[in-house]
């Protein structure tokens, strides 16, 4: 593996019982890059994210974070290597019992043994770098959904990872909040040179900040690229999802059989 190659995935296979999800997916990302994972809901992007945390085991291939394989590690093994990578989950997934300082405090806490003072400098700086510095009182209630959001990604940040992965960043966020939102993974994957994964269904917000798109259907990668690549890809899936089209490889109307025969009409009809 290059070394300035932090994420590799290798021929991964992975499946939930009889379900494949995954059937041989080649993934990379270098440091320093935004790559975004794309595709419809249900083709593995979230399993992916699975895979390089550790959460589960691919059944055949090769799944490496900074030269590690995740899934082969032991528990302690695994947990170090999980310190070194950040999560910022869909919707944010604060500690609704806990104010914004705190939320970003916490792994702080768990998993140093610095004096508060010095976690009380280190949170105010991650705030600081998310513009919520004056908002560090507040509770999560008190949040809107885009503060909220990025006081996870404060809380993601936290301990300086080499990682951070987005699950759906800009889900249900106004359009404000999105294009900050979209502005700050792209300024702080830069300023901290880590690498940053961004499983995501908005295409036009991410082609603005991404470094390479990896398209995923039916459990491979379809397509990949960077962003002028993909908009001016002529694969019929690539174009209908970056163009939100209603027609195309991906249909309206789920399988089913003629219309005629559900409502009696049909030749075999009496």
Known sequence: MQHDTLVEIENAVFGYGARPVLKGVNLTAKRGQVVAIMGSSGCGKTTLLRLIGGQIKASQGTVRVAGESPGELDRTGLYRLRRKMGMLFQFGA???????????????????????????DLVLMKLHAVGLRGAAHLMPAELSGGMARRVALARAIALEPMLVMYDEPFAGLDPISLGVTG???????????????????????????????????????MAEGTAAEIRASGLPYVHQFVHGESDGPVPFHYPARPYADDLGLGEGSA
């Open 183 to 221: 502005n700050l993974i792209r300024r702080l994957t830069d300023t901290l040179g880590l690498t940053s994964l961004v499983v995501t269904h908005d295409v036009q917000e991410s082609l603005k900040i991404v470094d390479y798109v990896y398209f995923v259907s039916e459990g491979v990668i």
């Open 94 to 120: 604060l500690f609704t019992d806990m104010s914004a300082f705190d939320n970003v405090a916490f792994q702080l806490r768990e998993h140093t043994d610095l004096p508060e003072d010095a976690i009380r």
